[in-house]
């Protein structure tokens, strides 16, 4: 009996009620101790996402298709916050619309948006239409090594973003199969012109090594965007501001002794610029659309069209480095009128031209706008009716119709200079 009380007296601790409560005491302090630094964790994560002012803009229903990733819990418990949102400039996307990626038929696939971020429907309409021109197996090569470029346009050129651009050839079955308008892309890029018997191939050799200088060019163009008053904001430019009103028909009016302008253009856009705490902003709103507005069956127009017509210029040929254009001053229209020969000249062209130069554009501008008096000019229609003539005078580097017959294909723009209309 004795080995039996023992084993009796040894088990009997296990089943001793303040051990039982030891033990559970012990776990809820652990459970505790455990919520407290998952509390102060939470907290701390709290913390830090409250005061990332950029938290939003990994928001797609914020920014669109320029979201950023989300910063997780864990490490923002380290105090890591929301990367900066990158986005091309204003600047990058004039130069690849002078590149023909796109044109104003970009702008007719926005809808009406009344959202913070003003500038999303604009740059996303204009990514959808480069992303359907160019597939993903076409991208130039400084696209494919920049990661924000190849996000944006992967994204905008999903399933939600409908292809806009109908092809010339596919036209007839679009309009047996729809009875809404659609703007037509039908422009065509301008040829190159002749070279010249004497060319100072010192002066191309400068050019180009500029040209390669620049870093990035086009979409390639980023710029980290502002949060101001809880917003991404873009920095821009007083030529960008200036090409964009001129590229999308912009009509300004100020009241007296206000620092408020207010544009409205085509596409039912409008710009409002104001002044307030020592800084200019401006808001890119799309609206309804007057009648006269609807979209229409016509060709789209460039971005390079827009800027040229609009300050008295009319472009007729290009090449890698420059753009060709007659600049028609009152001589020039003169001449034009006569018959006259067209050539280059060494001299101030004037304030228009030189407010030209100045706005965003991919190729620099040679502008013609001299006038070649010579008893064997031509003045009735014939092959050498007002030719456009290099400053050798015997390189003939196209002719007045020639340079006409290019509005056709992309310069039906909402401005132009009156000296160009009544040329």
Sequence with gaps: ????????????PK????VVAQTVGTFLGLFAIGLAVAALLIERARRVREHDERRFTSTPAAVGCFHTKQVHWIPALFGRRTAELKVPTISGLIEEGDRGKWTSSSLDLAFESHSDHTWVTLYESILSSIASRAP??????????????????????STKHENHVIKPDS?????????????????????????PRQQNQSANATVARGKEGESKTGLCRLTSTWIVRGRACIRVTREELAALAIITGMVFTRQDRSLYLS?????????????AEASWSAALVQGPRLPR?????GAGYTTLMAKHLACGSIPFAQNRD???SVYVTDEVLTAIKEGGNIIDKRAFGGDSLEFLRRLPGDKFIDALYGVYEDAGVQKSPGPSFGAILHADRETELGTWPHAVAQIAFG????????NVVEA
């Design 1 to 12: 009996m004795y080995p039996r009380q023992l084993i009796e007296a040894t088990a009997a």
């Design 15 to 18: 089943d001793d009620p303040w």
């Design 136 to 157: 993903s197996d076409q991208w130039p090569e400084d696209w494919r090594a920049d990661k924000y470029v190849c996000r944006f346009l992967r994204r905008v050129g």
């Design 171 to 195: 036209f007839a079955r679009y309009l047996d199969a729809h009875e809404t308008r659609k703007l037509v892309s039908t422009c065509r890029q301008l040829q190159k012109p002749p070279r």
């Design 263 to 275: 544009g409205f253009g085509g596409f039912g856009l409008s710009l409002d610029v104001s002044h």
């Design 293 to 297: 507005h609807a979209p229409s069956l």
């Design 322 to 324: 420059w753009v060709v």
């Design 411 to 418: 310069g039906l723009v909402p401005q132009a200079n009156p």
